[in-house]
């Protein structure tokens, strides 16, 4: 009679048991980065064009369009109400909804128009006041690509895509770093081998440029999230909530309206996007009108450049926002509009600091915040972005099986695919859109393979 092994397996199975689970948890990763890049690359690509295009701003502005945004200066600018006036003749079907200061004394002043459901731009030289340029907002450069950036030119649902994609870059990432982690080989790491005719080249460019751009990448998804339509608003709404963003305290017995910032101005801020507009007491006394109400904010010391709404009725406020390229500048301001009197004054520093955190990251994420090396480290994250898509789109082809899409291969032991599954929807579950979307993949692939199984044959003359 044997008497059964008790003790520690032998070390020759050790050796045999552990490479053999590497490589099981190896193509479950392999298998999970392959579904989020197929879903991410073609997004990424157009984030990471239209991000870096938006990085210039100022300068696409002050060439390709120096015929609307750049004047020659020539004594004193003219006030906001001959500015707006002349807007007014200009677009004479529309109603003035906000003025927007010079932000700088070559820059061209701004005035937004209503135009029934539209909204149009109307550029002015403030000293002289000809009107430069006037356009309907929709096709403005800048919008359109910011637009495009957020997916919102193809509505609030193609919006969600990017909530989803930014989720999956997150996996992208922590995949990724787990696949370039180096395991002995020589190359691969941080140089490359062979040459580009082969695959090994294409994937050892797209690893090395990942250990490079991977943090960037990283930080790109987590500090876009918050513009993304529907987890970003819980946030915002959460940590309005908490008081760590929106300083309700500042609203304390003043009235307020139902009307939220985002509706009056054009740039409110991520973190007071849904803080109310406060109301005027209707006086007897008319409104102190705009030229005074511009004098007023630059006597309380605004950024230069700062939007100017103009009041919605006779309970209407002269809401304002400036938001420049330093962030810790940032500051909104209501005023009535018969006594000019300060009803809100936020500065950066009066938000919480979830909202403060977030206004950092996006200024970062704007290139705005640390000037020119800011700007040219997010236009390299974007270059690297599509570095990695397009060295990841020849890896593939060089890879799949003609006619197939090659996917790579389950893992022999189906515990370890259902335990890295697990830990991929553990990540999803941060980003529930990003999570159902791997919910629906879980499905697909399933259902996929259930198809592709070969049947059993039947026994010779065995009939159902």
């Avoid at 750049?70 to 500015?83: W, Y």
């Avoid at 895509?161 to 080989?185: D, K, M, N, S």
């Avoid at 879980?442 to 259902?447: E, T, V």
């Amino acid at each position: 009679m044997s008497v059964p092994f008790q003790g520690p397996a032998p070390a020759a199975a050790r050796a045999e048991v552990r490479p053999s689970l590497r490589e099981a948890v190896y193509r479950a990763v392999w298998r999970w980065h392959f579904y989020a890049g197929l879903i991410c690359l073609p997004f990424l690509i157009l984030l990471a064009v239209t991000g870096a295009l938006y990085l210039f701003k100022p300068e696409i502005d002050a060439t390709a369009f120096a015929h609307r945004t750049i004047v020659t200066p020539a004594g004193t600018p003219l006030g906001p109400d001959r500015l707006v006036y002349n807007a007014m003749q200009a677009v004479p079907d529309g109603v003035p909804v906000s003025y927007t200061e010079p932000g700088s004394p070559t820059a061209s002043a701004l005035v937004t128009m209503n135009v029934g459901a539209e909204k149009t731009l109307v550029f002015l030289d403030p000293y002289r006041g000809h009107v430069l340029d006037a356009m309907p907002a929709a096709q403005e450069f800048s919008g359109v690509v910011r637009r495009l950036h957020s997916l919102t030119l193809f509505g609030s649902v193609a919006n969600r895509v990017v909530e989803i994609v930014a989720g999956f870059a997150v996996i992208l990432v922590v995949t990724g770093t787990y696949l370039w982690w180096p395991r002995g080989q020589r190359g691969g790491v941080v140089t490359l081998r062979e040459t580009p005719r082969r695959r090994v080249w294409w994937r050892d460019l797209h690893a090395v440029t990942g250990l490079f751009a991977g943090a960037g990448l990283l930080f790109l998804a987590l500090t876009g999230l918050p513009w993304s339509g529907w987890w970003g608003q819980e946030l915002r709404a959460w940590s309005n909530a908490a008081g760590l963003g929106q300083p309700r305290q500042l609203w304390a017995d003043r009235p307020v309206s139902g009307v939220p910032m985002r509706a009056v101005l054009n740039e409110p801020g991520w973190t007071m996007q849904d803080a109310p507009v406060p109301r005027s007491q209707p006086q007897a006394a008319p409104a102190i009108g705009l030229d005074r109400a511009a004098a007023i904010l630059r006597d309380m010391g605004m950024p230069a450049g700062f939007e100017l709404a103009l009041p919605l009725g006779e309970t209407g406020v002269y809401a304002v926002a400036a938001y420049p390229r330093d962030v810790t500048a940032q500051r909104m301001v209501s005023l009535d509009q018969y006594t000019g009197r300060p009803l809100v004054d936020v500065h950066f520093g009066d938000i919480g600091p979830v909202g403060q955190a977030i206004q950092l990251g996006i200024g970062l994420h704007k290139g705005e915040f640390l000037g020119r090396a800011n700007q040219l480290a997010m236009l390299a994250f974007c270059l690297a972005t599509i570095l990695l898509s397009v060295t990841a789109g020849v890896m593939w082809w060089k890879r799949r099986p003609s006619g197939r899409l090659g996917v790579p291969p389950l893992p022999r032991d189906r515990r370890v695919m259902a335990g890295v599954t697990g830990l991929v929807l553990g990540l999803g579950a941060l980003f529930p859109l990003t999570g159902l979307a791997i919910l629906a993949l879980i499905g697909l692939d399933l259902g996929a393979r259930a198809l592709l199984r070969p049947r059993p044959l039947r026994p010779a003359g065995q009939t159902s």
